[in-house]
């Protein structure tokens, strides 16, 4: 395949996008442009415009080629497509703004998304017009402009650069000054914020007014609509003006049939009109559009028989009418064709038609009335603007289809020349006659005819509206019977000016008969002429007419029988003798009156301008005739303004002498007129009329003489108003003088040339008089001067004709030169001089270099002298603006250097210090727009910076060379430094460009930094060594940093189109700074010291810009200051300190990154490594590049969405760095205070608490000063730390942590006691005691804690391959912190098993999370140990101030054995230790040790069947008081587990593996505790048998199969016991085994002596506080008991927990787990021992819970489960409990006791927060399922807390004690309203959530107070503080009841339920209680109660005595029966 490089085939467009699947293959997008280098058969080879270096190969028919120019053709050309540059643009644009407009979506700013597409939509649209090569010039200048206007949008809205435009095409900045670049870039967003048409708004210094632009209305006639006219009618639209009650337009006439179709069928669909020339004055009018409907035929519509059909007659219908005033600002705005409805009301009163239109407007609805049918019009309204030729050319179809244009009746605002007009308005408004005779009253029909002077009538000269013919007469509609008729019709008369001198008007009158000849007699007539005999035409005015008789007999042959006789009453004078035989007779009683309206541009009614005109008829009143010129109006004259002109001139060459002056002062008129904005167009005229039509060659003298004149005399006169107007005249005034001097010379040959330019000179100097003339004493005088200098710079186009640019340039320059040097204050003369020398600039004149040199120094004096006294900035830098145009676009063609410098001498200066001060000025305050000098506005800083700018851009090395080398002095060269330097700065510091002018700010960026590069040597030069200055020097270096820095230079942060146009056009320019700054720095030399530590923060600023190159030059800067200062001082410390300080404050704004700190370190070692000092200083480089590490973290934390958590762990790490390793106190105490922010932000006021403890502790209470500091005020230390107390009290109290808050108080109340402040002490004390209140009275909930791992290298640095211990938030479970870690880290993948993960897991590029619950150890066992410490004070001890977790991982060591997994089950302990305890700073901390214990099968075993034991215990003693059939699910399902287990191998199990011969032959060590496990299971039988007996007195009769099943289960059970242990068949001969039914009654209730036996017997005692576990026999479910305490196993030997507290475990309402009831035993081989390592993974969500160790029943059983569910609901079931009463049968019987029935509801309601009193009892209830643990159990919460919780309640009768030594059971339950019903159980299935949770922690079956979170159980504490008030044996605590009903009336409603305690040894019944201590908060240490006011009540009373005894009985018959039980079947071992 050969190549061949192309020739045209350069450039292109794909059109099928390629994806480069062939070898060298180019991939291409479509609508990708590509630049082509070569081809071979059907291939192209080239590169992609967008990607120019990535060459390759592409199939030619994918390409569009298209026309380009190739510059540099070979290896480097480039291609410029030959298009417009416009659509090139809007290509760009649009490939732009797609990738944008995707993300609008993405980002969810749909408003913005759908508008964006609309507009993309019309830009492609109009380029596609543009590029159809079909539009007219104008056409393609709107396209154009809208295109523009949209683009610009679209760039606004998107972020992007706004595009500088002249002409709708961007610009090139090379091409043009600043000054304009930055009035383009005003321009370009003005018009986006007005999107609308371009107008340009930038201030103009020589605005010429604009004319007013007219508006026309469209109007199309769609439809008519009637149904009973029947005859053909005539539509008469016109615009009524209802505020001056008048018709302001011409009439538009329609002509329908009698279908309503247009009688003309050639008008079928042009049925339209355009009403022209309407102000803008005329569209805010109260505008109406009038439809007046004249029908043509019988005179009466529904009588046939007036008149015969052959005789049609034009009679009045209806009117229509819509108000425009509503209608055309809509119009306005959207300039769309609209449709309206107009409805037509017919007249009730003929003799009203006149103003039947004003009726309807003023809603006179009695004067009109509406037909039956609905019908009138439909027509459509469209607002059009600009001239008439603009509206033809643009709507030229329109107007060829036969658009009738109706004109405004007189002339416009706006006065077209040479739009001819002589149209004479008539309008028929009334007449008188008499009756003559008939009865009736006539129907008169008027006949007007226009007759010529010959009596001819003219013809076509009648027009009744446009849009119809003209005719040749005109006849009026007929009034029904009425000799007063008021027509109120409009003719025009468009009379051909030729003929209408001595024409007349003649109007017949007849009287129509409705007979049936139907005829019209003739019975009058009247008449006017057109033109008076002076010339002058018919006034504008009302013309009462006389009315003449006649008849049809009557010949009108001779006209000028009746022309001789007056018309009208003003006529009578000019007719004195009238001739009575005349055969016309005027009738006396009879007239008739007209209105007439000229619109003419060739006849005039005005006396005075027809006397000009023929002043030759009378010289004599020559002057009377040229002062009475002053008195005609305005129209008048720029109709006749070409005659006037030419009778003016003639005048004056008739006599100069004698008329010269009164000609002069009239052309002054004449020209002073036109520049009124109605005549504006008439301007053009007069220029025409001078340079073609001016015929005057001597005028020149006079008019040179009179201006002289005037000017000579402006000194003396005091009224100066002539003298003014002809100031104002001097244009046009040169343009006579100079087209009259020309005129003279051509004729003459060029004779007294010199005469004339004398009288020039002369002329000047006159002109320099008036200018020198003092007017600080004359304002009239000021004025004069005013518009001397207004008028003064528009003659020197003129003179340019006639003189050279030099002698023009020399008068302009004297006559400028003469004004006044001195600026007076107040005085506006100053803006007028310079607003005339601005226009001078602006003139041709100015653009020659020549002029220039002559007039430059001149404006430039001016310009200096406003400058340095701060006057007129504003005029000033627009005359600077224009300078540097000029001069920068003549700079292409020819040297301006001397121009140049001659603005560098002059104006550089003084634009540096007029800068400095508007810079200063704009920081402080914004002028008022508007005022003068508003030297603070934006505006006018922008100015003078693109001014100082402009020039800097313009000077070269020679005008800085001579600039640097012309300073008299260095002091005067440093100011000249420190000014440019501070300038600069301000300008990048202020912002004077907005962000989007991205061209703009590239420029001036370019243009600084070659200005420093010029001035840097001189700094260098003259300001170092010996002569060093620090200023001058320290500006640099802050002007270099902050240009580095600035914004628009970051090229990172550009689109890579944009970074590549800008490296292409500038480079980098950061980088080019960047070499300045360091060859600056290297020769300091010695002085380098000077800038340390002041430079190291802003030098840092700079290399951590993102540019490798900027920080390969600027970090070994610091190494150059560690080494200057380790020269001067020994040590670095300064720039270590000032270092960390700023790194951290530049890292935080988001400066720096991982490479930088990379960068950082290499460079800096690497220089370090050659110095003496390299171990600090490597040192150094460590801590720092360790800091950037953390900053770099905490940044990326903070800036992201990142959780509470990371931004926590993030602060505290960077915090404890600043502390422990470069010990920087203020930045760790920030970082205090910031750490502190994020918890309050999210309620964490404990951790709060904690952080700003760690700066209290800083403080001392001293009275030392302190600054101000973050946002603490100057204060003293103690202040501060007191402040800072309150604070932490504060917070400690918000998070209910009052026992940290108490030592503060104490400390307050300290310093307080020692100042004698009580007033705040009492506050401080009060507060303490607030906070014992609330330790016992409010709710506290215990949290759960969770260790957590992140393992590899994706964590941040401060998690990374690290553990931590979390405290999780109030109600948070293992699930739910899972998965807000999961949410924390979404690409973190959980990790499945709990053992320690490798190296390969630990350097991965990925994220690992190990999640479970670990148990607390607290610190404080001596608290816990305390009896007498109330539960709700032992809880907080338990979650606070914890440094120490543990967690149990369970294994099998060894062979395992299938049949029974006991055998080789082992515990893993592992216990963590943190570096900081729980809660603190954060709400997790690092792991800091870890220690491991292995736990045996045996103690295994021991702990989980004793926690078993204990957790039946607690239901037993709960229940064995239970109602009768009340809710014992609990009861139930936790017996069927323990007891089917035990049947199905549980206590089997246990037996198998450890009472084998073998193991105990193999394990001797282990008898004791083989021992102890005996004791355990035999304590397991006996306590099920009480068990049994609870259930079955309790049981629901429809479980009674449940019960019979388990009593069943419970013989194979204690059999199988009694085989391996004979010894208690011995033990008890009198008592062989019970049959089933005696079960029952062997084990009855609890005796006291029986539960010490008990005790004896547990090695783990009685109950679980916090947390404990359940063996097997619990299927694997974790037991909650609630806050009862109990002691722990002997591994912990605390000697607190060695006591049996079961009352309080009842008291406290504990309850056990839902789930760990309903579970049944499964078969060994499906244990929890069998499942250990199988935690299942949080991807199987899917998969039965069966797989995932659900705890629900096996399917044998699960029957019971179910009808457990199925009972009645505890609303339909009994409330009250059963008692055992004593009867002589011996049998047990039972008695109703009530209880709350909400206590049993508790079980099976929906897991809810208990703390919310919103919900129902049964929602009250906690439950967090855990589907990882091997026996997950679904955990529940403690009893609920309602608002009587700690309140001790007594019985209602007296109070009875117990006797010393007796144990004292307390029922406490909820307390729900008196009357409330118990809430009703949803029915909702036990079993486990399908959530799988990360694996927790698997703990091993313990003790329950240890805190172990046990693999087989799997769950952590409820978090819910003791309900308990802590009642304790021995201190019961009484509180008198204030019920003072009985307690059978009690019993018989749904009570609070007092605390009940029975004896269970004495047989007496209950006794008075003994005063003991009592140290519960419901009274104080040492008081005792007062007794029930209750019992003293009872004294006395029968009733209650009767219920004492029936009570002790029950009491006694029940104690005795449990005495029994446990005598008969359990005695010692």
Known sequence: MMWTPTEEEKYGVVISSFRGSVPQGLTLELGETVHILEKSEGWYRGSSIKHPNAKGIFPANIIHLKKATVSNRGQYETVVPVEDPLVTEVTSTLQEWSSLWKQLYVKHKIDLFYKLRHVMSEVIDLRRQLLSGHLTQDQVREVKRHLTVRLDWGNEHLGLDLVPRKEFEAVDSEQISVSDLYKMHLSSRHNVQQSTNQVDTLRQRHKEPRAPIPHHLLLNLK??????????????????????????????????????????????????ALFTDLSSKDVKRDLHLVVHVIRIGRMLLNDSRKGPPHIHYRRPYGCAVLSLGEVLPALCENRDEKDFVMKVYMCNNENEWFQIHENIIRKTSTKYSTPSSNYGLIVSLQLLRGDMEQIRRENQLLLNRGAAVTRKLGFPDVIIPGDVRNDLYVTLERGDFERGGKSVQKNIEVTMHVLYADGENLRDCVSLGAGEPPRTQYHSFVLYHNNSPRWGELIKLPIPIDRFRGSHLRFEFRHCSTKDKGEKKLFGFSFTPLMRDDGTTLSDDLHELYVYKCDENSTFNNHALYLGLPCCKDDLSGCP?????????????????????????????????????????????????????????????????????????????????????????????????????????????????????????????????????????????????????????????????????????????????????????????????????????????????????????????????????????EFVRGTLSSLPSTLHLGQSMDVVKLQSIGRTVDCRLFSYPEARRILLPVVLHHIHLHLRQQKELLVCSGILSSIFSIIKSSSTEVDVGEEVQMLQESLLDVLLQTLLIIMSKSQSQEAVRGQRCPQCTAEITGEYVSCLLSLLRLMSDTHYQHLLHNFQSKEELKEFLLKIFCVFRNLLKLSVFPPDWTVMRLLASNIIVTTVQYVCPAVHKNFCEEDFDFKVWNSYFSLAVLFINQPSLQLENFAAGKRRRILDKYGDMRVMMTYELFNMWQNLGEHKYHFIPGMIGPFLGVSLVPQPEVRNIMIPIFHDMMDCEQRRNGNFKQVEAELIDKLDSLVSEGKGDENYRELFSLLLLEKIEQETWREPGASFVTSVTRLMERLLDYRDCMKGEETENKKVGCTVNLMNFYKSEINKEEMYIRYIHKLCDLHLQAESYTEAAFTLLLYWETLQWEDRSLREFLHYPAQSEWQRKESLSRKIIHYFNKGKCWEYGIPLCRELAAQYEKLYDYQSLSWILKMESSYYDHIMDQQRLEPEFFRIGFYGKKFPFFLRNKEFVCRGHDYERLEAFQQRMLGEFPQAIAMQHLNHPDDTILQSDSQYLQIYAVTPL?????????????????????????????????????????????????????????????????????????????????????????????????????????????????????????????????????????????????????????????????????????????????????????????????????????????????????????????????????????????????????????????????????????????????????????????????????????????????????????????????????????????????????????????????????????????????????????????????????????????????????????????????????????????????????????????????????????????????????????????????????????????????????????????????????????????????????????????????????????????????????????????????EGNPEHDRLRRIRRNCHMAKEQAARVGWDHNVGKP
């Open 577 to 809: 003798n009238i001739p009575s035989s005349l055969i016309f007779q005027r009738s006396p009683k009879e007239t008739f009156c007209i209105s007439t309206q000229l619109s003419s541009t060739k006849l005039t009614q005005n006396v005075d301008l027809l006397a000009l005109l023929k002043w030759k008829s009378h010289p004599d009143r020559i002057l009377d005739i040229l002062g009475r010129l002053r008195h005609v109006s305005g129209e008048e004259i720029v109709k006749f303004l070409q005659d006037i002109l030419d009778t003016l001139f003639v005048i004056l060459d008739d006599n100069t002498e004698k008329y010269g002056l009164l000609v002069f002062q009239s052309l002054v008129f004449i020209i002073n007129l036109l520049r009124d904005s109605k005549y504006f167009h008439f301007r053009p005229v007069l220029d025409t009329y001078i340079q073609k039509h001016f015929a005057g060659a001597l005028a020149y003298r006079e008019l040179i003489r009179c201006l002289k004149w005037y000017m000579e005399r402006s000194a003396d006169l005091v009224r100066q108003d002539h003298i003014q107007e002809a100031m104002r005249a001097l244009e046009n005034l040169f343009k006579f003088i100079v087209q009259s001097r020309l005129l003279f010379a051509r004729s003459t040959g060029g004779l007294e040339e010199e005469q004339f330019r004398c009288s020039i000179h002369e002329l000047f100097q006159s002109m320099r008089f008036v200018l020198s003339l003092d007017t600080r004493s004359s304002d009239t005088l000021l004025f004069t001067q005013a518009a001397l200098l207004s008028s003064f710079p528009a003659i020197f186009e003129e003179l340019l004709a006639m003189f050279s640019v030099t002698e023009v340039a």
């Open 1418 to 1994: 607290p610190d404080t066992p001596r608290v816990l140990n305390m009896d007498q410490v109330p539960e709700r004070i032992k809880s907080f001890y338990r979650v606070n101030n914890v440094r120490r977790f543990r967690y149990d991982r369970p294994f099998h060591r060894g062979a395992r054995d299938k049949d029974n997994e006991f055998k080789s089950l082992w515990i893993e302990r592992s216990t963590l230790t943190l570096s900081h305890s729980l809660p603190g700073i954060s709400c997790w901390f690092e792991v800091q040790k870890r220690e491991l214990v292995e736990v045996s099968p045996l103690e295994n075993a021991l702990q989980v069947l004793g926690n078993k034991t204990q957790e039946l215990r607690a239901l037993i003693t709960q229940y064995q008081h239970h109602n009768l059939h009340g809710n014992i699910n609990l009861l139930s399902m936790c017996l069927n587990g323990v007891i089917d287990a035990a049947v199905n191998g549980g206590i089997t199990r246990y037996q198998e593996a450890f009472f084998d011969k073998d193991y105990i032959t193999q394990h001797p060590e282990d008898a004791d505790k083989i021992g102890q496990l005996k004791e355990l299971m035999l304590e397991q039988v006996h306590v099920l048998g009480v068990g049994l007996a609870v259930h079955e007195r309790c049981v629901h009769p429809e479980m009674r199969p449940l019960h019979k099943k388990l009593v069943d289960q419970f013989q194979v059970m204690r059999s199988s016991l009694y085989q391996e242990f004979p010894m208690l068949e011995k033990m008890n001969p009198s008592c062989p085994p019970l049959p089933r039914s005696n079960i029952l009654l062997s084990h009855g209730a609890l005796n006291n002596d029986s539960m010490r036996m008990l005790h004896r017997h547990s090695p783990l005692v009685v109950l679980s506080s916090v947390r404990h576990s359940s063996s097997s026999l619990s299927s694997h479910a974790s037991s909650d008991t609630g806050t009862t305490p109990t002691a722990v196993d002997s591994e912990t030997e605390d000697p607190y927990t060695m006591q049996m507290l079961l009352p309080h475990s009842l008291h406290a309402g504990s309850i056990t787990n839902v789930s760990a009831l309903s579970s049944s035993y499964t078969s060994p081989s499906s244990s929890s021992l069998s499942s250990t390592h199988s935690a299942p993974s949080q991807l199987i969500n899917s998969a039965p819970s069966s797989t995932r160790g659900s705890p629900s029943l096996p399917d044998k059983y699960r029957h019971s489960r179910d009808l457990v569910m199925l009972l009645p609901a505890p609303r339909d079931r009994p409330s009250s409990a059963m008692y055992q009463t004593g009867t002589e049968s011996g049998q047990v019987v039972f008695q109703r006791c009530v209880y709350p029935r909400a206590l049993f509801q508790q079980v099976l309601g929906p897991c809810k927060p208990c703390s919310d009193p919103n919900l129902s009892v049964a929602e009250k209830v906690l439950a967090a399922p855990s589907s990882w643990s091997l026996d997950s159990g679904t955990r529940e919460s403690l009893p609920f807390l309602t608002s009587h919780v700690g309140s001790v309640l007594t019985p209602t009768g007296p109070t009875r004690g117990l006797t010393q030594g007796h144990y004292s059971l307390h029922f406490d339950a909820f307390h729900p309203s008196v009357g409330d019903g118990a809430p009703a159980l949803p029915t909702r299935s036990l079993r486990k959530s399908p959530l799988h949770t990360i694996p927790a922690s698997p703990t091993s079956p313990q003790s329950c107070l240890d805190g172990s979170n046990s693999p087989l159980s799997g769950s952590a504490s409820s978090g819910v503080s003791s309900l308990s008030e802590g009642t304790f044996p021995g201190c019961p605590d009484v509180t008198p009841s204030t019920d003072p009903r009985t307690e059978d009336q009690q019993s018989g409603c749904f009570q609070h339920y007092p605390p009940v305690r029975y004896s269970l040894s004495d047989p007496n019944g209950l006794e008075p209680p003994k005063v003991q201590p009592c140290r519960s908060h419901s009274a104080p240490n040492g008081v005792t109660p007062p007794r029930s006011p209750s019992g003293e009540h009872d």
């Open 223 to 272: 439809s008519f609509t009637h149904s009973n006219i029947g005859e053909d009618v005539d539509l008469f639209f016109s615009l009524y003006d209802m505020r001056e009650a008048r018709q302001i337009s011409e009439r538009f006439m329609v002509r329908l049939n009698k279908n309503g179709g247009p009688r003309n069928p050639e008008k079928l669909e042009r049925l339209c």
